[in-house]
């Protein structure tokens, strides 16, 4: 998922009005990348499998670089009302597939079973119910704080943060359980949190444009410019004359 941003910066670029990154958040892209192999170098699957080993998660790098640019996308073309409406929409369309997990997984049948020995009980024990509220307490907040970082923040930049808060997981995930990475992927995500610091948002295309005089604009300004020096000298010539005269005895 580091290489993302890379995908997305060139869909910016292409179909949301954003400039081309400079070349200071091209290097910070490159350097997340850096860091991004040197962490899958490390992989024991990398290591015995190859590139065949992240089939999948070449396949979700182009799912999500679409995703990202089309989310973007929603939000500067569509109306919405209010921050609610997309968040909606994300959870209608996530139902129908949690369902189909869901039963693959035997899950409806568990909880059938479940449900015959204990009933309504099984949601009040204090374990079940309170993962159920912080689940939704926190799925909730996710929607609603994803959604508005989007619309403030370019996709590229939203895919960015996204690629920041895995990295701190992992480096959370070290100092709690004891699978983790070698010590060379730690240092490979540190590289990777490097990159994302120097990161700067690219502008949007019709602002570069604008911050940077016209041609037409120049010419336009050297003749008023040319103008006004000429009225000020013709005002001099035309002062000199009276000043003399005024000063003759």
């Known amino acids: 998922r ?3 941003p890379l995908l997305v910066s060139v869909l910016d670029a292409a179909f949301l009005g954003r400039a081309c990154p400079s070349l200071r958040s091209w290097g910070a ?11 899958a170098a490390t992989d024991e699957k990398f290591q015995t499998q190859g590139y065949a080993a992240y089939f999948w998660p070449t396949a979700y790098l182009f799912t999500i670089s679409f995703e990202m640019a089309y989310g973007k996308k929603i939000i500067q073309d569509v109306d919405l009302k209010t921050r609610s409406g997309p968040v909606q929409y994300t959870n209608i369309l996530g139902f129908p597939p949690m369902i189909l997990f869901a039963q693959m997984g035997g899950e409806f049948e568990k909880f059938r079973v479940q449900w015959l020995d ?17 689940g939704c307490v926190v799925g909730t907040g996710i929607g609603y ?24 997981t992992i480096i959370v995930n070290y100092f ?4 983790h990475a070698a010590p060379i992927g730690i240092a490979s995500l540190g590289l990777c949190l490097v990159g ?7 502008p949007m295309k019709d602002q570069d444009s ?18 006004a020096k000429g009225r000020a000298e013709n005002d001099d010539e035309q002062r000199i004359p009276l000043v003399q005269a005024n000063t003759e005895p």
């Open 210 to 227: 604008s911050s940077q005089p016209k041609a037409a604009d120049l010419v336009d300004a050297e003749k008023h410019l040319s103008i």
């Open 118 to 134: 204990d009933g309504v009980i099984m949601l009040l024990r204090w374990p079940v119910g309170m993962l159920l509220v912080v």
């Open 2 to 4: 580091a290489l993302a």
């Open 196 to 202: 994302g610091a120097l990161y700067r948002q690219a």
């Open 145 to 168: 704080s994803g959604w508005w970082c989007r619309s403030k923040v370019s996709a590229t930049s939203y895919t960015l943060i996204g690629i920041m808060n895995k990295c701190l």
């Open 176 to 179: 709690i359980w004891d699978q």
């Open 29 to 39: 892209l490159g350097v997340i990348a850096a860091g991004a192999y040197g962490y």
